[in-house]
């Protein structure tokens, strides 16, 4: 389990070209990512841990990076749980409730080594009529801070006891003006679409599908790669190729590694995943899918980013600069960070020496945008 990382990188340092930061030693520095794309600052109902001590839990892991995703369905307020499975037939309705915590939180208080992202998460998909009405809320409310979207659910077996209606065919064709605008301000969309289930591991593919056909010119971000705790047997050869075509099909796809599900689905990351995270690096985020329930602590949170981090240790040097280094993450919000280039070490088997040059000049042109 990762511990505290006193000489970790500061944030500033990842704003220097990449040939002027210190080359990264995998032999020595944490294979834990310096960005955790996939993270939940507040439970589903009750109490969440502070920000200053959720601010110290980063940077003792050296985690500079992270998207704040406010849990979009809300468990009623007098339900006393903060977990949807510990309160079964208790509604979780969609909410701008979470998102709007979380925004006064990032304003209050200090991060100097920490690098926040806002997310939107009060999405109905099954119901997207108030889309945009909502949107604008935002806007006169929190002017340029939202600059992601999602997590929000097309298909979510596990919430179906708590009143979760998956996303229809029609309902998908509906957030066209939403989907526009996500487009027009360059925000990316996180989705929590369940593939199938260990009785048909693909029932529920086509809603996705269908998402990525009416929307290609969006950057969508498929959480758990489509994995869940109902879908935990499916023949990872199967999988893969699912993943591929999907990529390959549609070039403006992404693919969330977060949630130990996948861990414990497949247990020991085989060569036919480290294989597909090499291939398809460049297309790759890293995040614990931690919840900061109030009765969690650090060493909760640093053992999930361990289990979720593990396959990152098998990846070539290419792979781990782009994914745990957080590359793919600064090129696709436009960021002016860089991820250091890996130190040539002849010693450490089964990585490639990295030998790409420093990017194109970046700068966060994401000012404004919500």
Known sequence: MPGDAADAR???????PPAEQACYDRGKEPYTPVVDAH???RPFGGAAIPPEELFSYFDRLGVRFIN???????????????????CEGVPAKPSTKNDFVNGMDV???????????????????????????????????????????GEVNVIKQALTG???????VAA??????????????????????????DDDPTAFLFLMDHVLASYPDNAIVWAHMGLSKELTTMDPVEHVSIMRERLDRHPKLLLDISWDVLYNAYHQWGDIFVDFFNDYS?????????????????????????????????????????VALGENYF??????????????????????????????KRGSNNEGKL
């Not at 500061?10 to 220097?16: K, V």
């Not at 006393?80 to 510990?86: I, M």
């Not at 926040?116 to 806007?139: K, N, Q, W």
């Not at 957030?175 to 679409?193: C, K, N, S, V, Y």
Request: hydrophobic letters at 40%; a negative charge; aromatic letters at 12%.
């Open 10 to 16: 500061s944030l500033a340092s990842f704003s220097q």
């Open 39 to 41: 993270f939940h600052p």
């Open 68 to 86: 704040y995703f406010g849990i979009g369905q809300v468990l009623a307020l007098d339900a006393g749980c903060s977990y949807y499975l510990d």
């Open 107 to 149: 304003a209050a208080y200090r991060k100097d080594e920490l690098h926040i992202t806002l997310s939107m998460t009060f999405m109905d998909l099954a119901h997207p009529g108030d889309l945009l009405p909502l949107v604008a809320l935002y806007d006169r409310e929190y002017p340029g801070m939202f600059t992601w979207a």
């Open 162 to 168: 708590n009143g979760h209606e998956p996303a229809t």
């Open 172 to 197: 998908i064709d509906a957030w066209a003006p939403f989907m526009a605008l996500l487009r027009e301000r360059g925000i990316p969309l996180t989705l929590h679409a369940d593939l199938g289930n």
């Open 282 to 322: 460049d297309r790759l985020l890293a995040g614990s899918d931690f919840v900061a329930a109030g009765a969690k602590a650090f060493d909760d949170y640093a053992r999930e980013l361990e289990v979720t981090s593990r396959v990152l240790r098998f990846l070539d040097d290419r792979a781990f600069r782009n």
């Open 331 to 360: 090129r696709l919000m436009d960021l002016p960070y860089y991820a250091p280039l890996l130190c040539d070490d002849s010693e450490h088997q089964g990585h490639q020496k990295t030998t790409s040059q420093a990017p194109e």
